[in-house]
């Protein structure tokens, strides 16, 4: 998973947990490494993408402005952004997996001789 992946992840991950135990959304910008103005434009893609509902994003003057993005805590993800936290889910677990052989596969060669 690359760096925008695992952030698209990281905040669909914290939406869903928030929204399925009806508690208000706040988002840890150190965990994620972002500022506000970045989180708004990640929160503003992912409704445009489909991923997100629930957010309105206030425009004027043809700019959109992400600080002021509203509303966040209500927010939900769709059957679109469902199916990225499944999908990436699934690669993560195959990539630990693969890493867990490569390391294992490490940890014996020497004593195989191979």
Not at 26 to 48: A, P
Not at 71 to 98: C, D, P, Q, R, V
Request: proline fraction near 1%; charge should be neutral.
């Amino acid at each position: 998973m690359n760096k925008y992946s695992k952030t698209i992840y990281k905040i669909l991950r914290t939406i869903d947990y928030c929204y399925s135990k009806k508690i208000m959304i706040k988002f840890d910008l150190e965990k994620l490494g972002l500022s506000q103005h970045e989180l708004g434009l990640y929160l503003h893609n992912l409704v445009e993408a489909g991923y997100i509902g629930g957010i309105i994003i206030s425009q004027a003057f043809g700019q959109t402005h992400f600080e002021k993005y509203r509303a966040h805590e209500y927010a939900y993800i769709t059957l679109s952004g469902m199916m990225f936290l499944e999908e990436n889910s699934e690669m993560k677990n195959f990539y630990k997996t693969i890493t867990e052989i490569r390391d294992w596969f490490c940890a014996i060669a020497p004593i195989a001789g191979i």
